[in-house]
């Protein structure tokens, strides 16, 4: 989108400029930013899809944000984006209360469990993809189908 484009060079000028890459809440609030102005001029069309954003921050550690196009952006410990998001939010809500210091395996159970669970679907490994960024591997990487399968095993062996 020409937003997410629009930011690419203002994280660079951002760097550029004092030295560090811009953290994942100053993205967030500029995209949120942009996409609230588009509302406000008569000509310009809003955006119309939800962005969530993962990074990692040096003073934070690992964050997650949700930005809408209306212009509203806030972090989350967990969120989804979609049809079925109020239902999904409310499941995640519930197993993070009951178990809010979870491991990086646990997180990605849960989430995948969410997904099931709202759409009473049980994934194969092509058929999902998964991106992490954690305090211990502070870049951005995506599951291989390899490590899905295994995260999909250990949840079937759970249940």
């Known amino acids: 989108s020409s937003g997410i484009n629009a930011e690419y060079g203002e994280s660079s000028d951002f760097k550029y400029h004092y ?27 809003p955006l119309g899809c939800c962005l969530i954003m993962i990074g990692w921050d040096e003073e934070k550690g690992a964050q997650l944000y949700r930005v809408d196009p209306a ?5 989350f410990r967990a969120c989804s984006a979609g049809t079925k998001q109020i239902e999904s939010n409310n ?9 809010s210091m979870m491991n990086e395996s646990e997180v990605i159970q849960t989430a995948i469990a969410a997904l099931s ?12 993809e998964i991106a992490v960024v954690s305090d211990s591997n502070p870049t ?20």
């Open 71 to 75: 212009g509203f952006y806030c972090g």
């Open 19 to 45: 030295g560090y890459e811009m953290p994942p809440d100053m993205i967030s609030k500029r995209l949120a930013d942009i996409g609230q102005s588009y509302t406000q001029i008569a000509h310009m069309r």
């Open 91 to 99: 499941y995640l809500e519930k197993k993070i209360k009951k178990n």
């Open 117 to 128: 669970h709202v759409l009473a679907v049980d994934f194969k490994p092509s058929e999902i």
């Open 140 to 159: 951005f990487r995506k599951l291989t189908e390899t490590e899905i399968d295994e995260q999909l095993n250990i949840l079937s062996e759970r249940d």
